[in-house]
């Protein structure tokens, strides 16, 4: 039952769980969560993540198929990624690979002709995952009530395959270097500095995690050096500091990746809640 007075402000990771993990628990809890709250709110900050991580990453599982035209050897390529820096993308495709076999109909015709039974399996995989990744990019302005906080610098274009090479095109997936970041104004107001610095002090500075170094370098530098401009990399850099100073004070950050949110919202006197 939702709360007509509550109001969430929908991170990266539920929209994805809610657009891209078909009849999972993990959707199935998202979109409980997102009808639980009387008011949703989905900033196109969510939007470009997505398309830049977890979309990407289905494409590339997409276009992986395309590549060998074997089911076999797609699952060695996602198997010989290095754990260590493609851990992320691993498991991405894992689950991209989870969500193409529940839309896979048995007995589905899939025309064309076939070297093996692997090379068919192979393009009904990647029909399968063309399919989500269109039908969950039409459907991401439509799972919440309003989507907000536009960006001027970012354009949202629609992913296309390419004619010759049968591969998805993402692009662009990050903003124009060429435009001045939409949210660099904000971010440089003056009564902004007090939360910058709470939100730089909530990210230990011992930590060994990449992630967490950028993150507070880039604070660092918005807080000490105003005039610089926010380069594109430096927007992504800040990342989950972004969605806890942007954040309107009567909504909760709504997000499966409470590890990193809940001491950066809490810094600042916000909250984030799990699905």
Same mark, same amino acid.
Not at 83 to 88: D, K, S, V
Not at 186 to 203: F, Y
Not at 243 to 267: G, Q, S
């Given at each position: 039952?939702?709360?007509?007075?509550?109001?969430?402000?929908?991170?990266?990771?539920?929209?994805? +769980?809610?657009?891209?993990?078909?009849?999972?628990?993990?959707?199935?809890?998202?979109?409980? %969560?997102?009808?639980?709250?009387?008011?949703?709110?989905?900033?196109?900050?969510?939007?470009?993540?997505?398309?830049?991580?977890?979309?990407?990453?289905?494409?590339?599982?997409?276009?992986?198929?395309?590549?060998?035209?074997?089911?076999?050897?797609?699952?060695?390529?996602?198997?010989?990624?290095?754990?260590? #820096?493609?851990?992320?993308?691993?498991?991405?495709?894992?689950?991209?690979?989870? %969500?193409?076999?529940?839309?896979?109909?048995?007995?589905?015709?899939?025309?064309?002709?076939?070297?093996?039974?692997?090379?068919?399996?192979? +393009?009904?995989?990647?029909?399968?995952?063309?399919?989500? =990744?269109?039908?969950?990019?039409?459907?991401?302005?439509?799972?919440?009530?309003?989507?907000?906080?536009?960006? +001027?610098?970012?354009?949202?274009?629609?992913?296309?395959?390419?004619?010759?090479?049968?591969? #998805? +095109?993402?692009?662009?997936?990050?903003?124009?270097?060429?435009?001045?970041?939409?949210?660099?104004?904000?971010?440089?107001?003056?009564?902004?500095?007090?939360?910058?610095?709470?939100?730089?002090?909530?990210?230990?500075?011992?930590?060994?995690?990449?992630?967490?170094?950028?993150?507070?370098?880039?604070?660092?530098?918005?807080?000490?050096?105003?005039?610089?401009? =926010?380069?594109?990399?430096?927007?992504?850099?800040?990342?989950?500091?972004? #969605?806890?100073?942007?954040?309107?004070?009567?909504?909760? =950050?709504?997000?499966?990746?409470?590890?990193?949110?809940?001491?950066?919202?809490?810094? =600042?006197?916000?909250?984030?809640?799990?699905?």
């Amino acid at each position: 039952m939702s709360n007509s007075k509550s109001k969430a402000y929908v991170e990266t990771t539920v929209l994805a +769980d809610a657009l891209l993990k078909p009849d999972t628990p993990k959707q199935s809890r998202a979109l409980a %969560a997102l009808a639980r709250y009387g008011e949703t709110l989905l900033p196109v900050y969510s939007i470009k993540e997505l398309k830049a991580g977890a979309l990407g990453h289905f494409a590339w599982l997409h276009d992986k198929f395309v590549q060998t035209k074997s089911l076999a050897d797609t699952v060695q390529a996602m198997s010989s990624m290095n754990p260590y #820096f493609l851990a992320g993308r691993r498991s991405t495709a894992l689950e991209a690979l989870a %969500a193409a076999t529940r839309l896979l109909v048995a007995g589905s015709d899939v025309t064309g002709d076939y070297m093996s039974r692997d090379s068919e399996d192979a +393009d009904r995989y990647r029909l399968a995952l063309a399919k989500l =990744i269109v039908l969950s990019w039409k459907k991401r302005r439509k799972l919440t009530h309003q989507t907000i906080q536009e960006l +001027d610098c970012y354009i949202e274009a629609a992913p296309r395959t390419d004619k010759t090479s049968g591969f #998805f +095109d993402l692009s662009p997936q990050h903003c124009s270097v060429e435009k001045r970041c939409s949210l660099e104004g904000d971010l440089k107001a003056p009564q902004a500095k007090e939360l910058l610095i709470a939100l730089r002090d909530a990210i230990p500075e011992s930590s060994s995690r990449v992630e967490d170094r950028n993150r507070r370098s880039v604070l660092n530098q918005l807080i000490r050096q105003p005039q610089k401009h =926010i380069t594109e990399e430096e927007c992504r850099w800040l990342g989950d500091a972004i #969605f806890a100073f942007f954040c309107p004070r009567d909504a909760v =950050i709504l997000t499966t990746n409470m590890r990193d949110h809940v001491p950066l919202a809490e810094a =600042i006197g916000k909250r984030a809640e799990a699905p």
